[in-house]
């Protein structure tokens, strides 16, 4: 009977396994683990991917969340933004004498054109930013002030040109005051261009929002798919107020056009197909003062509505984005679309806007995981 007993419990435990097996349980039961874990952390965290072309307002969305549920900036950030700020207003001030020569348009102060030269032929975006000596700073000054120059910036739709410059450059008898601290809506309304993948994580009601920034360049989307595993959201941002405005890649493609290639183009992704949609039209503000004196209708022959109908001109671009997503579902895809409209700066505005999408969309992914 002792025997029998004996039997059977090495029968139980596998007593019969080879060596080879054994391992190979060992090796199964430790990846069940693993998976069990695994599946544990995904139903305790959102993947939140920001997707866009360049400069349609990723990178400040970021900012905007660590005011609202980061806690804003540490102080060495400060520091920091202030070097980025004098970097823009030279960023600017270099676009605005190169387009100044590109256009024609003369300055009322020649000599500024042989003050600026030098600086339009040496500036790098991409360098690390620096703070401006007080001569350059008030040279800067002086151009903003030039009567030529603000002729161009009235131009500015035909070149290259921060949304912020004129910000900035409104700014500079503060600016160049040595004892100017940076703002928050100064940190806001900094440019600096994203390379690679940026990731930030932050903690909401118990649950990890792990929000990811890629550069939306062309040049960059090749790291994209680095970052498609696993997003419960997608957040496509466009910039409602570059109807008139063209690539700085590719000097005759119309920017407006080359965001709704891409928002279809991500749309057919299958890595996205249980992915939550959500769709934010930006610049709401720089929208609002642009169509006025800027008809859309020249760049979109289908627009019938009147010239400087605020109103009509977003619900246009409104109805784009709605029906490319609509050609979508036609062919099978039943995933709602959330729309929202967006001011990138407005700390009000976006937090609102993140309180609808916590209430609506991500409580309904945490519903999915079972959590809620």
């Known amino acids: 009977m002792a025997e029998l007993c004996l039997q059977f419990f090495s029968l139980c435990c596998g007593g019969n396994q080879t060596p080879e097996e054994a391992e190979q349980s060992k090796r199964d039961k430790a990846i069940d683990r693993q998976i069990s874990k695994s599946k544990a952390a995904m139903r305790k965290e959102q993947k939140i991917l920001l997707l866009g072309t360049g400069e ?78 007080p001569n350059e700073l008030n040279m800067i000054k002086r151009l903003w002030a030039d009567k030529g120059v603000m002729d161009c910036y009235d131009r500015r739709r035909e070149y290259q040109l921060l949304d912020s410059a004129k910000y900035f450059l409104d700014k500079i008898s503060k600016i160049e005051n040595p004892n100017f601290r940076v703002e928050l809506q100064d940190i806001l309304r900094t440019r600096v261009r994203t390379t690679g993948i940026i990731e930030e994580v932050f903690n909401v009601d ?3 929002l792990r929000i990811i920034d890629v550069g939306g360049q062309r040049r960059e989307r090749r790291k994209w798919i680095h970052s498609f595993e696993g997003v419960t959201s997608v957040i496509f941002l466009a910039s409602l107020s570059e109807y008139d405005m063209f690539l700085q890649e ?39 003062e642009k169509v006025p004196r800027s008809f859309i209708g020249d760049f979109f022959p289908a627009y019938d509505g009147e010239p400087g109908d605020v109103k009509y001109a977003t619900k246009f671009i409104s109805d784009m984005y709605q029906d490319s997503y609509l050609e979508t579902a036609s062919h099978g895809d039943d995933r709602p679309l959330f729309l929202h409209y967006t001011c990138a700066t407005d700390t009000e505005n976006i937090k609102r806007v993140f309180d609808n999408v916590k209430s609506t969309v991500l409580q309904k992914n945490i519903s999915e995981l079972n959590l809620g």
Not at 269 to 280: D, G, R, V
Request: net charge negative; glycine share 4%.
């Open 56 to 133: 349609c307002g990723k990178s400040t969305f970021i900012k905007q969340m660590r005011i609202i549920l980061g806690g804003g900036f540490p102080e060495d950030q400060y520091e920091y933004y202030l070097r980025v700020v004098h970097k823009n207003l030279l960023q600017a001030a270099t676009s605005l004498a190169a387009a100044m020569e590109s256009l024609s348009i003369p300055y009322q102060d020649p000599s500024l054109a042989d003050e600026l030269s030098p600086y339009v032929d040496i500036f790098d975006e991409n360098s690390e930013p620096e703070m401006l000596q």
């Open 206 to 208: 118990k649950i990890n």
């Open 250 to 288: 590719c000097k005759t493609k119309n920017r407006t056009e080359e965001s709704l290639q891409l928002f279809r183009t991500i749309l057919t992704y299958p890595w996205f197909k249980n992915s939550s949609l959500i769709l934010f039209l930006n610049k709401t503000d720089l929208f609002a």
